[in-house]
């Protein structure tokens, strides 16, 4: 599976599509809802899933001595590296984030803290859950299927952000930096990291029954 | 060496009928059938990117659904022309493609390339048709497989690389331990190299021959005046305003017969039998 990984990221992932990962760069923006960065982690995976397609990889994949299913989990894990790198590199600039932002607020949106990460990882396991196994249903129809997923993201992020911004306690323990609710911050992020991986590998077991039936 | 059987599989407005045969080692074998006959998805569902709904397929003993990726190791596949990675250089493409094949031979590689003179600096979209099918059988026969499957691997090429290619897969046959089965339209190939005649039509197979006997055992035959009689014991005719002409089974002949005799070429048997008059399909 490792094989198939590396030849994905070799002959599908041009070296100009890891720009995308830097957009997860804009948690720097002050007040700005940071969800947009991790957003354009869909359009890198859209742009990969496209250069699938023209190079009619999966078929080339099919004549190579692999498992059917070791294609789809290679897949998945391209997907998780999108998403990964995008992520990595907000949390490499959150702690600059909270310095550019006045006071330390986010005005319009959750602070650049654990939560958000944490928030943020749900709303992306969400994505894998609806865009993975449907993408397998064929192994190359990605259009649909991706707008679902976009939307399931932003409905994801939007309930937990309203929640958070309605709700005064969670306002509190969630959003800011207060170093005494650190641990319900850092509840979330452990939440977000269960349910991602979770979700993750459940998407990518319907993805490979999905596959087991597809004629390439 | 490979042993299809009972293999369906159906599609709307197409079936594949119980489809079986057997490669032997060491053998070249033709697989011809007119456009949609089912040739390529047979090949494809050897390489298991088409899944039959039922049937068994087993390469040298072992069960492909059950050993998918040892048995892929064993078979080499070619589409007949290469058509992924269009912007990649083909350097790129063979250093991923090795990685996949434990018996992958840089020596045997380098030999085609500079066989089939090929540069492989350039991108798959700079190659012409024929280059693309030279590239695809590079890589397909430089990983020591047992079984080659080739979908139509000479019908992009000129007449002197159809030769030299047909060379090639003399050479790979000849230790008596590997074997062929290629797709053709072009039954000239056939004629030169083949050791067995694989055809198929309407999904179901018609003849699993040995090309020298399928040739012996059929005659074409010309004469003027068709009769039913003779008409119920050939396999098709044709009818034109000099006569006819049809191809017969020898053993049909009888001595009473009066019509010229010409020996049929591969091109013949499959046009005929594709008329099938009264071929049992």
């Known amino acids: ?9 070799r002959l599908n992932m041009p070296r100009a599509l890891y720009l995308f990962a830097l957009l997860g760069a804009m948690i720097i923006i002050p007040n700005y809802p940071y969800i947009v960065g991790t957003g354009y982690s ?14 009619r990889s999966q078929e080339f994949s099919a004549i190579l001595p692999v498992k059917r299913s070791d294609i789809v989990s ?23 984030s909270k310095l550019l932002n006045p006071n330390g607020a986010n005005f319009v949106g959750l602070d650049a803290n654990l939560t958000f990460f944490g928030v943020a990882l749900i709303a992306l396991a969400m994505f894998n859950l609806v865009v993975i196994p449907r993408y397998f249903k064929t192994g190359y129809k990605y259009g649909v299927t991706l707008i679902l997923g976009l939307i399931t993201f932003v409905l994801t992020y939007g309930v937990f952000e309203l929640l958070v911004q309605l709700i005064p306690a969670l306002t509190k323990s ?13 509840t979330v992020l452990l939440a977000g990291v269960i349910i991602y991986t979770l979700s993750t590998l459940l998407a990518n077991k319907t993805a490979i029954k999905k596959f087991e039936k597809v004629n390439l | 060496m490979l042993k299809v059987e009972n293999l369906c599989k159906t599609f709307s407005g197409f079936k594949l009928d119980n489809v079986s045969f057997e490669i032997p080692a060491g053998a070249i074998v033709g697989f011809i059938g007119q456009n949609g006959a089912g040739k390529t998805t047979t090949l494809k569902c050897i390489m298991g990117s088409v899944l039959p709904d039922s049937g068994k397929i087993t390469v040298m003993g072992r069960e492909i659904a059950e050993n998918e990726t040892e048995c892929k190791k064993l078979i080499s596949f070619s589409s007949g022309t290469f058509e992924y990675y269009r912007n990649k250089k083909l350097t790129d493409i063979i250093a991923v493609y090795k990685t996949f094949f434990d018996e992958w031979s840089n020596e045997d590689f380098a030999r085609y390339l500079k066989e089939f003179n ?19 059988l590079s890589l397909a026969m430089s ?81 003027e005046e068709l009769t039913d009689e003779l008409k119920s014991r050939v396999i098709a005719f044709k009818e034109h305003a000099f006569g006819y002409t049809a191809l017969i089974k020898r ?30 399909c």
């Open chain 1, 1 to 9: 599976m490792l094989k198939l990984f590396k030849k994905e990221l």
């Open chain 1, 42 to 55: 869909i359009m890198h995976i859209m742009l990969y899933f496209q250069f699938v397609n023209e190079n």
């Open chain 1, 74 to 96: 290679s897949t998945t894990l391209v997907i998780v590296l999108c998403q990964m790198l995008n992520l990595a590199v907000s949390a490499i600039l959150a702690y600059p």
């Open chain 1, 174 to 186: 969630l959003d800011g930096y207060d170093v005494n609710y650190l641990w319900a911050r850092l």
């Open chain 2, 118 to 136: 090929l540069d492989v600096n350039k991108r798959v979209k700079e190659l012409s048709a024929g280059m693309k099918v030279k590239f695809a």
């Open chain 2, 143 to 223: 990983h020591n497989a047992k079984l080659f499957i080739f979908d139509e691997p000479t019908s992009g090429l000129d007449p002197i690389a159809r030769d030299e290619l047909l060379d090639v897969f003399r050479d790979i046959v000849q230790q008596g331990d590997k074997s062929i089965l290629f797709s053709t339209h072009i039954t000239n190939d056939l004629e030169k190299c083949a050791d067995y005649v694989l055809f198929i039509k309407n999904g179901k197979i018609l003849l699993e021959e040995g090309k020298d006997e399928l040739l012996e055992s059929h005659c074409l035959i010309k004469g």
């Open chain 2, 251 to 280: 053993d049909k002949i009888q001595s009473s017969d009066k019509f010229l005799t010409e020996k049929p070429t591969i091109d013949d048997i499959m046009i005929y039998y594709n008329k099938e008059v009264n071929a049992k």
